[in-house]
């Protein structure tokens, strides 16, 4: 076979590991000023712009997709063109890919920092940029199958699999769950609602973590981590069997995240079922990552690549061992909305994609600069700065975790709540969250450690833009099997039969979970007295949405004891069939809010004193962390859009009528003057227009409609919640 | 949460749904398994390689 001299492209590689290093550092500094907002509130630093529910989308945003998203493509764009032998399909789209995706993130960046949001997780990005994330995907996804068309090597080495499974799934994640009705060029609402909403939500949301935290890892493990021990991988058998049935299995776990709340009880065991059944093929993986390093755990101790590696390594198994754990019912009848779930993601970003991405940059640059590491001792100080930082960033909040949900469940001897008062139990594990800024701290400075020791790495060496290589020509072979070939080696050197199976064992799953619930009749759920928001409460939801209170306050109150006690009745699928978007959350900072607006109910409280704080939180309890929302009085809702939002709400089947559409900001003011008239007793003189209003207005419904009963002449009155029939089945 | 099933009322023959699946992964796996299972050994170890044998650009070389 004729010989062919060719040159990687490093440029591009180097282009997204800077960008990585970069979006790393920013994603950690978010990540601590938010450990600094939960214990000391001053940290909130008295603008909209630096609170925490705005904060904590981009943090989130940043380590996922910034910080992750360029480590994936930079390992993606070396290992790809080094397995198959050919440099990147086109030069052209790998630059519109690093471009396009930094512009997402600055876009991003800017827009939730404004407030503007969709709310939900890890998809928080308005519709223009969607569309944007959905084009660069496609270049990339564009770039790389060109890349392998054109491949000189028969195989396709396992760790590219895994880059086209991750492609195939997150285009479709991103597309289903970003389906949405604009209002404005930055505000939209997602065409689903309540629970088919908060169904489609986290299958994208936990997939969202397989198809993008772990799937293109694992194919970044199976490069990088035989190249820096220098051996093959432990079972190319095993990588083949926990491929295959890893994204089988992924996209069925999503329902895990709905446990006890209203989603239908098959979805919820549906999900559960696949989540335990994940531990054999994620461990499979573990195994054969760890096994890969046998026979040289010696060079373990020396070098601090391979430190990195295993850790991130163990730390993957040990993620997705407590994940299925979480995702049973009565663990996470505990563990849901505690720092349980939060120290466990922070085991996988930390552990899992922080320290492969260390190990893979440490091990990247001496190479494209072609000369050796500039301290090893840097590199190692990095290393044990970064697992104190890990474990002094998690077992805190497990602790944090375990308090607080004891606190929370636990009755007295007269059957009474032990800590009725939610802000007891918050007081209570303070001391965790100090705990928590020293880990963070610690895990911020050795990644200064690494930028300084690499920076001087690249400074001693000379950069390598075009890497020689030689490879003999792609063998042309029939495209059907020849003989004494199996069926598995033939589809292997068939990309395209080969992507199509890969996309079906994605989206079978998909398929299974979500088409019976989209199929369902949203008004079959219907409770007779639930009624679409008003404008001025709609508003509200866009208030309550944009200041990210979802962050910190769930609306979901699961069916214990424990719950209907602190909350009030628990939540019913009927009650938020006009929630467009869900607002469930996934995490209880502060109490949970599903029933504020139950007049006499455990939760409730008068205009005044939502709107004193709101102004100044500390003011009624000292010992609060909630940050102060002074602007709201300040700033006025924008009232011209209220018909445009009524009416992109009667496309999504909010049965407005047109008359309400064309009066919607009679009715607004209405319901406006009655609240400010009310505020006005307590000596509270505030314009109708403010946010507070809208906002207070929109708390003063959550949960009011099942206490309502219908009358035969179709007025509605107060009643017992028990009396509900729904409540009753 | 007796409230909850009627969700299954409302799809038609919704208890197939879990018994379908749990065909559809034991077969696709054992399938699978199967095929795996009979490939050449020789010939995964060679795969198994591959990330290896990409040591002959012009400066590969173990920095450490």
Redesign the interface.
């Known amino acids: 076979m004729e010989q062919q001299t060719f040159y990687y492209d490093n440029k591009i590689v180097r282009l997204f590991l800077n960008a990585t290093l970069l979006w790393g550092v920013v994603a950690f500094l978010y990540g601590l000023l938010l450990a600094l907002q939960l214990a000391f509130p001053v940290f909130n630093l008295g603008m909209e712009y630096s609170t925490f529910g705005r904060i904590r989308p981009i943090h989130t945003n940043a380590a996922i997709f910034a910080f992750v998203g360029n480590a994936i493509f930079a390992g993606a764009y070396y290992s790809m063109q080094r397995v198959l032998k050919t440099r990147m399909f086109s030069d052209l789209l790998s630059k519109i890919n690093f471009w396009g995706w930094q512009l997402i993130i600055v876009l991003a960046a800017l827009t939730l920092t404004l407030g503007m949001t969709t709310s939900k997780e890890y998809a928080e990005l308005e519709w223009p940029i969607d569309i944007l994330i959905a084009i660069v995907w496609v270049v990339f996804g564009w770039n790389m199958f060109g890349t392998i068309y054109k491949r000189r090597v028969k195989h396709i080495y396992v760790a590219i699999w895994f880059y086209i499974a991750s492609f195939v799934a997150v285009a479709v994640l991103h597309i289903v769950n970003s389906l949405e009705v604009p209002v404005t060029l930055f505000k939209s609402y997602s065409v689903f609602a309540g629970v088919q909403d908060g169904l489609v939500q986290w299958w994208y949301g936990h997939n969202a973590v397989a198809f993008f935290l772990t799937t293109p890892f694992l194919g970044l493990m199976y490069y990088f981590l035989p190249k820096a021990a220098n051996r093959p991988v432990f079972s190319y058998k095993l990588s083949i069997i926990h491929f295959w049935t890893l994204v089988f299995l992924y996209i069925w776990a999503g329902p895990h995240h709905l446990l006890y709340s209203s989603l239908p009880d098959w979805a919820q065991t549906l999900g559960v079922v696949f989540s335990v059944m994940l531990i054999a093929p994620s461990w499979g993986g573990m195994l054969n990552g760890l096994l890969t390093l046998r026979g040289v755990w010696d060079k373990v101790r020396e070098n601090p690549i391979l430190k990195f590696m295993a850790v991130a390594v163990t730390a993957y198994g040990m993620s997705t061992l407590e994940g299925p754990m979480l995702s049973l019912k009565s663990v996470n009848a505990i563990s849901h909305f505690t720092d349980w779930t939060i120290a466990h993601v922070h085991i996988g970003a930390m552990g899992w994609n922080g320290f492969l991405t260390f190990g893979m940059a440490y091990w990247l640059i001496p190479r494209m600069y072609d000369t050796k590491l500039y301290s090893i001792k840097l590199a190692n100080f990095h290393f044990w700065l970064g697992t104190l930082g890990i474990l002094f960033y998690a077992i805190p909040l497990y602790w944090a975790a375990f308090t607080q949900t004891l606190m929370w469940k636990e009755f007295n001897a007269d059957g009474m709540l032990a800590y009725p008062n939610f802000l007891e139990t918050v007081t209570q594990i303070m001391p965790m969250y100090y705990t928590r800024i020293v880990g963070g701290t610690l895990f911020l400075l050795g990644m200064v450690v690494m930028l300084y020791n690499l920076i001087k790495t690249a400074y001693s060496g000379k950069f390598i833009a075009e890497e020689m290589a030689s490879a003999p020509a792609r063998e042309v072979i029939s495209s059907s099997r020849v003989a004494g070939e199996t069926v598995h080696s033939w589809l292997e050197r068939r990309p395209t039969p080969f992507y199509i199976l890969i996309a079906l064992a994605v989206l079978v799953g998909g398929i299974v979970e979500i088409v019976p619930m989209i199929a369902i009749k949203s008004n079959v759920a219907t409770i007779a007295t639930v009624t679409p928001y008003t404008p001025l409460e709609l508003q509200g939801r866009d208030v309550y949405i944009s200041e990210g209170c979802v962050n910190c306050h769930s609306q979901l109150v699961r069916p214990f004891r424990s719950e209907t006690e602190r909350y009030g009745e628990y939540s019913k699928a009927g009650e938020t069939v006009y929630d467009h978007p869900f607002l469930f959350g996934s995490r209880r900072i502060g109490p949970d809010l599903a029933r504020t607006g139950v007049v006499g109910g455990k939760m409730y409280k008068n205009a005044t004193w939502h709107y004193n704080h709101l102004q100044n939180p500390q003011a009624l309890n000292a010992q609060s962390n909630m940050p102060p929302y002074p602007w709201l009085i300040e700033s006025d809702v924008d009232v011209s859009l209220t018909e445009a939002k009524v009416r992109a709400m009667m496309s999504l089947g909010v049965p407005y009528t047109e008359d309400e559409a064309k009066m919607a900001n009679d009715l607004y003011m209405n319901q406006a003057n009655l609240i400010t008239a009310s505020l006005k007793e307590s000596g509270i003189n505030v314009e109708p227009t403010k946010k507070i209003v809208a906002l207070i207005a929109y708390l003063h419904r959550l949960g009011k409609d099942i206490t309502m009963s219908k009358q035969a002449d179709g007025t509605t009155t107060n009643a017992d919640s028990n009396t509900d029939k729904t409540a009753q089945q | 949460?007796?409230?909850?099933?009627?969700?299954?009322q409302?799809?038609e023959g919704?208890e197939i749904?879990?018994i379908?699946?749990l065909l559809?992964?034991m077969t696709?796996?054992f399938l699978?398994?199967y095929?795996?299972?009979?490939?050449?050994?020789k010939?995964?170890?060679m795969?198994?390689?591959?990330?290896?044998d990409?040591n002959?650009?012009?400066?590969?070389q173990?920095?450490?």
């Open positions: 949460m007796r409230f909850l099933s009627q969700y299954y409302e799809i919704i749904y879990p379908i699946v559809l992964f696709s796996f699978m398994l095929v795996i299972l009979r490939t050449d050994k010939q995964t170890d795969y198994s390689r591959i990330p290896l990409d002959n650009s012009e400066f590969e173990n920095n450490f």
